[in-house]
């Protein structure tokens, strides 16, 4: 689609996320020596500040509340992960983020240089095809997602050098919103990867592309809390506690519906706290 305006069009996509690193990068970055750089690099490490960011701040604050502001409400004193815990969490999500954000860097270039469906305002296709579009790209990407999930359990070499990582964390006093992205950085992408490939398969408005790829980062931190929100059909912490302690079960992403069409749903008791 952005292809087809051309040069003029195009170079929006690039004067946007122009604007977008020197609001990050010189707001954290000493001196000027940054704007010299090329500006795929200029936006890596704005996606850095801001993988980081989101990942800290959500995190911390989410911690905040159901381990210590709202102590043991949610969560049973038992299931309460050890600071030791969340630290070595914190430490694979650290030194995974630079890797993480390779990936929307290089949607952002595909996206500028017109090789995607991308659009650059709500207007250019209306309000009820950019919710039809944004419902289709919602759909691909939890399918994705729930395959890329699937194969990595059942090609054992992606789980044993890749997705294993991650599962070291498979009872509920391990998992915090921290292990939300504490993953091998080839897993992580892997599984965010449907996010990119459907930019070239449906009309996306950009800004939308880049929200929905780092809010991610909240999502993912939300379903490894181990609170069980109880709002169907939503993919929530109870379900996805489950799939850390089966391995076999609940493979999906946003909904339960992947797994209820493939057969791997399996319904979360309420172990943490009877209401």
């Known amino acids: 689609m952005a292809a087809a305006h051309g040069g ?20 954290v970055a000493p001196g000027d020596w940054w704007r010299g750089l090329p500006h795929p690099v200029q936006s890596w490490m704005r996606n850095c500040v801001g993988g980081y960011l989101l990942y800290f701040i ?18 049973p004193k038992d299931a309460v992960p050890t600071n030791e815990a969340m630290r070595k969490q914190i430490i694979v999500a650290s030194k995974a983020m630079p890797l993480y954000c390779a990936l929307p860097t290089l949607s952002e270039h595909m ?3 017109g090789w995607t469906r991308c659009f650059f305002n709500i207007n250019e296709v209306g309000v009820p095809m950019y919710f039809i579009n944004l419902a289709l790209y919602l759909i691909f990407v939890e399918f994705g997602i729930y395959w890329m999930h699937r194969e990595l359990h059942d090609i054992k070499p992606l789980y044993k050098y890749l997705h294993a990582t ?9 998992l915090s919103p921290f292990a939300g992205l504490a993953f091998h950085p080839v897993d992580g992408i892997l599984q965010a990867i ?29 379903i490894h809390d181990c609170i069980h929100g109880k709002v169907w059909p939503v993919m929530g912490a109870g379900y996805h506690t489950i799939h850390h302690t089966t391995y076999r079960h609940n493979y999906g992403h946003y909904t339960i519906w992947m797994d209820w069409m493939f057969g ?7 172990i943490l706290k009877n209401e």
């Open 166 to 174: 991650h599962h070291i964390y498979n009872k509920e006093n391990t």
């Open 8 to 27: 003029d069009y195009l170079r929006r996509f690039v004067a946007e996320t122009e604007w977008y690193n020197e609001i990050v990068l010189s707001a």
């Open 111 to 113: 996206i500028e240089s």
């Open 58 to 75: 959500s995190g911390f604050l989410w911690c905040f509340v159901i381990y210590y502001w709202k102590r043991h409400a949610y969560i």
């Open 264 to 270: 791997t749903l399996r319904e979360p008791v309420d």
């Open 194 to 222: 449907p996010h990119v490939f459907a930019l070239f398969i449906f009309p996306t408005h950009f800004r939308t592309s880049i929200a929905l790829l780092f809010l991610e980062a909240v999502w993912t931190a939300n």
